[in-house]
């Protein structure tokens, strides 16, 4: 599903932004440019980063 249409980023997106460290909305903004133009996809997209970050690896 997409959670930043902006700069078209996925769930899946934000999983391998994970994989590869992202471990705070700033990293994952880093990462994949979420949240940097309208905004209105931060609170899903932290709740997408939470769920992927507290799964077991």
Known sequence: MYVCICHA??????????VKGASSMA????????????????KHADQVLNQCANKPA
């Open 27 to 42: 990293r994952l903004s880093e990462l994949t440019m979420l949240g940097t133009q309208c905004g209105h996809c931060t």
């Open 9 to 18: 980023i996925t769930e899946k997106d934000i999983q391998q932004a994970v």
